[in-house]
């Protein structure tokens, strides 16, 4: 039963559905992208409820904190009851906010933008990307 109890880090990130793979989940640690206090986590680092572990993945980062050990891959409804998301609300707010930034559509085959359409691209763009309280130009 000792033994059960044991679990490497990037096995119980790849069984709370943080990676895709347990390879991809080795690989984040070995390149340092898996941190605990600030310090890099080795893949064979030992998991134990109450540990707090930050990961990131491309520009996502996330702090969480091991609420309970899974040892086998299952459904993401049970998988999410064994960790606490507690990343800072800033940090997911600036993550979310790149997915819903305005695109401009043109018609399929309407070639280049011309020199007037690629200033009304950016009167657009701009007026959505200025800071509130930031003066304009």
Same mark, same amino acid.
């Given at each position: 039963?000792?033994?059960?109890?044991?679990?490497?880090?990037?096995?119980?990130?790849?069984?709370?559905?943080?990676?895709?793979?347990?390879?991809?989940?080795?690989?984040?640690?070995? &390149?340092?992208?898996?941190?605990?206090?600030?310090?890099?986590?080795?893949?064979?680092?030992?998991?134990?409820?109450?540990?707090?572990?930050?990961?990131?993945?491309?520009?996502?980062?996330?702090?969480?904190?091991?609420?309970?050990?899974?040892?086998?891959?299952?459904?993401?409804?049970? &998988?999410?009851?064994?960790?606490?998301?507690?990343?800072?609300?800033?940090?997911?707010?600036?993550?979310?906010?790149?997915?819903?930034?305005?695109?401009?559509?043109?018609?399929?085959?309407?070639?280049?933008?011309?020199?007037?359409?690629?200033?009304?691209?950016?009167?657009?763009?701009?007026?959505?990307?200025?800071?509130?309280?930031?003066?304009?130009?």
């Amino acid at each position: 039963m000792a033994e059960q109890e044991k679990l490497r880090i990037d096995k119980y990130l790849w069984a709370i559905r943080l990676f895709k793979t347990r390879t991809n989940a080795t690989e984040a640690c070995r &390149a340092g992208r898996v941190k605990q206090n600030g310090q890099n986590v080795k893949p064979s680092a030992i998991v134990k409820p109450g540990d707090i572990y930050q990961v990131s993945k491309g520009i996502e980062k996330k702090v969480i904190e091991v609420l309970e050990l899974l040892h086998q891959r299952t459904e993401y409804k049970i &998988a999410v009851t064994k960790y606490k998301d507690i990343t800072p609300l800033e940090d997911t707010i600036a993550y979310k906010s790149v997915f819903h930034a305005p695109v401009m559509k043109r018609d399929r085959g309407a070639g280049r933008p011309t020199k007037r359409d690629r200033r009304e691209i950016d009167e657009h763009t701009d007026n959505f990307f200025e800071k509130e309280g930031d003066p304009g130009d």
